[in-house]
C-alpha cells in the first residue's frame, strides 16, 4: 500500500506508469505491504484461474517466497503498476515488505523498483538482466 500520493500516468518506460503527487525524501517509506488491502496467492493456484485472469496476474503480481511457498502478490493500490528500471528509485527490503526512496523524489517523477530485487520470477517477464 502506497503511504505517498500517487496517480497513474502513461509512462516513457512502458505502458501506465505510478507518478508521486507530492515530494517524496530520501529515505521516505513510500510502500508497505498490507494485507488489509494486498493480497497474497499462492502461485500453483494461478492455473485455476482464466486464461485472462493468468495474464492479468502475470503483469501485475510480483512473486515472493513466504515460508518456503511462492506466493503471488496482488496489491489493491496504484503499486501494481510500478515499472522496473536498472536505476531505480525505490529500493526493497530483504522481506519484500517495504520500499524506501534512494534518493529526493520530486512530485510528478515516475517510481520506479527494480524487479531483479523483488521479483522471483522477473526473468521470466523481463529477460536476463542486462537484456535490452
Known amino acids: 500500500m502506497f503511504l505517498v500520493r500517487t496517480s497513474l500516468r502513461p509512462s516513457l518506460i512502458h505502458g501506465i506508469?505510478?507518478?508521486t503527487d507530492e515530494t517524496i525524501q530520501k529515505g521516505q517509506l513510500v510502500w508497505e505491504f498490507?494485507?488489509?488491502?494486498?493480497?497474497?496467492i499462492p502461485l500453483e493456484a494461478k492455473r485455476d484461474f482464466?486464461?485472462?485472469m493468468q495474464d492479468f496476474l502475470f503483469h501485475l503480481t510480483y512473486v515472493e517466497l513466504v515460508d518456503?511457498?511462492?506466493m503471488m502478490v496482488l496489491c489493491a493500490d496504484n503499486a501494481k503498476y510500478?515499472?522496473?528500471?536498472?536505476?531505480?528509485n525505490l529500493l526493497d527490503?530483504?522481506?519484500?515488505?517495504?520500499e524506501f526512496a534512494i534518493c529526493d523524489i520530486p512530485a510528478g517523477e515516475e517510481l520506479t523498483c527494480n524487479y531483479y530485487v523483488s521479483d522471483l520470477h522477473a526473468?521470466?517477464?523481463l529477460g536476463p538482466p542486462g537484456n535490452p
Open 17 to 19: 506508469g505510478v507518478f
Open 34 to 40: 498490507d494485507p488489509r488491502v494486498d493480497l497474497r
Open 50 to 52: 482464466p486464461p485472462a
Open 68 to 70: 518456503g511457498r511462492e
Open 82 to 88: 510500478v515499472n522496473h528500471s536498472d536505476d531505480p
Open 93 to 98: 527490503t530483504e522481506d519484500n515488505l517495504r
Open 123 to 125: 526473468v521470466d517477464k
